[in-house]
Antibody, heavy 116, light 109 residues
Framework: EVQLVESGGGLVQPGGSLRLSCEASGFTFSSYWMSWVRQAPGKGLEWVANIKQDGSQKYYVDSVKGRFTISRDNAKNSLYLQMNSLRAEDTAVYYC?????????WGQGTLVTVSS | EIVLTQSPGTLSLSPGERATLSCRASQSVSSNSLAWYQQKPGQAPRLLIYGASSGATGIPDRFSGSGSGTDFTLTISRLEPEDFAVYYCQQYGSSPGLTFGGGTKVEIK
């Protein structure tokens, strides 16, 4: 059974940093692109970033370029999102999802709240 | 960036009725690279349709997708109680700029 479990969310002040993790199981993690998708409270979905199997290609939505970094550790079956210079508008539930372009498997999400 | 506009914003229907949801793109979606998701409160989205018309694994056949170019439709042939939720379309033809529509809420009338 495919499982994706996010962690690392919490309350952070504007300008602060946070690192999200996603632990994958039930499939060969190193064979799949992986993605982060977020959802602000009461709002719609927004793709954030994705990363190729070997980490050689990474893509980001414009609003996070230069502030967020997606990475992975295939030995640990883990996906990460380093978030710096956080803003109030980054407040959202962050989902880890398998694949690059559309997503059949999602984690349960982790809430990031950016507030003073 | 391709902008997806979903209509209506809210659809009020009764169980057993047919639901027709629209997703219009600001420019043509290449290779019909469009997906539909269902999301219930407090849950992650669930993939229903990909490639505009292909059903995802385990999705009941009352869900169907159609369309091409800039106009796409999700149809639920007969609404079951568990189908009342928010539905999103998403394009992946203009990758890496992946975008979602704003969603349509299907509520019980």
């Amino acid at each position: 059974e495919v499982q994706l479990v996010e962690s690392g969310g919490g309350l952070v002040q504007p300008g602060g940093s946070l690192r999200l993790s996603c632990e994958a199981s039930g499939f060969t993690f190193s064979s799949y692109w992986m993605s982060w998708v977020r959802q602000a409270p009461g709002k719609g979905l927004e793709w954030v970033a994705n990363i190729k199997q070997d980490g050689s290609q990474k893509y980001y939505v414009d609003s996070v370029k230069g502030r967020f970094t997606i990475s992975r550790d295939n030995a640990k079956n883990s996906l990460y999102l380093q978030m710096n210079s956080l803003r109030a508008e980054d407040t959202a539930v962050y989902y880890c999802a398998r694949s690059a372009w559309y997503w059949g498997y999602w984690g349960q999400g982790t809430l990031v709240t950016v507030s003073s | 960036e391709i902008v997806l506009t979903q209509s209506p914003g809210t659809l009020s229907l009764s169980p057993g009725e047919r639901a027709t949801l629209s997703c219009r793109a600001s420019q043509s979606v290449s290779s019909n690279s469009l997906a539909w998701y269902q999301q219930k409160p407090g849950q992650a989205p669930r993939l229903l349709i990909y490639g505009a018309s292909s059903g995802a694994t385990g999705i009941p056949d009352r869900f169907s997708g159609s369309g091409s170019g800039t106009d796409f439709t999700l149809t639920i042939s007969r609404l079951e109680p568990e189908d009342f939720a928010v539905y999103y379309c998403q394009q992946y033809g203009s990758s890496p700029g992946l975008t979602f529509g704003g969603g349509t809420k299907v509520e019980i009338k």
